[in-house]
């Protein structure tokens, strides 16, 4: 799966309502993928070494429409 960046400048950081909160929080694009489907492997395998609420996406990313963001909470 390689990794990919949009090719405008980057805003890594994306307002996520996460199941169970009334309000959205800034969750981390930690990766990019040029491929949905590469993305949505990705965020799978995140889930499963983080916990599923952790890990949102694939998003289209905001910067490029041909590019996917897996994002992560920070904590």
Not at 11 to 31: C, H, L, M, T, V
Request: with cysteine.
């Amino acid at each position: 799966m390689p990794e990919v960046l949009p090719s405008h400048p980057l805003n890594r950081w994306y307002p996520i309502r996460w199941p169970g909160d009334s309000q959205a929080a800034e969750a981390f694009a930690e990766k990019y993928f040029d491929s949905q489907h590469d993305a949505l492997a990705y965020a799978e395998r995140r889930r499963v070494e983080l916990a599923p609420r952790r890990v949102s996406g694939p998003l289209p990313s905001r910067e490029d429409p041909n590019v996917w963001a897996v994002c992560v909470e920070v904590a």
